[in-house]
């Protein structure tokens, strides 16, 4: 396995995310599979390495978070990931990427553009039970969150701080779930270690690049990146 892609990867992708909010977990993921990597390794390493990434970004942005939405997403999704497996054991993980990938643009493009306009608490309720559902199976689930983030009245450090922290979480639970169903983390460290070590220099350059950018331009960008995204998802079952 070439570790010095990957490690490459794990920088761009983190510096991606902090300045528009996601897109890097997607990125390093599909380059990790691209590489070689088995999906039943790719997904729990992934998972190890967006914890610190996600960790560094909380942390970096942790005066903008806003804990309150954030305590309601992680209340409701505690016992969802279950839910999720049972999905999977339906469903192929194809077709989960195709349906979160639909359902993201049509709320991207329809008439309501975006669910900004649902009130605060359903909204994070909303994602809790999504992020909880889908983050053990889907092993990029940022655009899923991404969707309820991105609110009137929030300014871009506040959308990227907790949206980073809600992820934060979501990958610690994969994480738990992993370790609790076997996997081995430990033999993996060579590789884990020197990616999550470089997420956090991406995060504090990303950081930089966010400071440039006025609202506008941010909400443009964060709503192209997300429909790339989305048809990203859609066509993953064709190569996947």
Known sequence: MPYVPLILLAFVGALLSVFLGMG???LLLGGMLLLGMATSTAVPVH????????????FALRKHVRWRPFVIYFVASLPFPWLGLQIALVLPEGALRFLIGAMILFVLLGPKRGLGRIPEKPAFAIAGVLGGTFGVVVGAFGPVVALFVL???????????TQAVCQTW???QKILFFAWAGFAFVEYEALILPMAAVTIVGTYGGRYILGKLDEARFRLLYRIVLALLAVRLLLSPLWS
């Open 170 to 172: 979501g990958h610690l």
């Open 47 to 58: 998972a190890a390495v967006q914890l610190i990434a996600n960790g560094s970004r909380v």
């Open 24 to 26: 890097g977990g997607v």
């Open 151 to 161: 609110r009137e009245g929030w300014d871009r450090r506040e959308v990227i701080a």
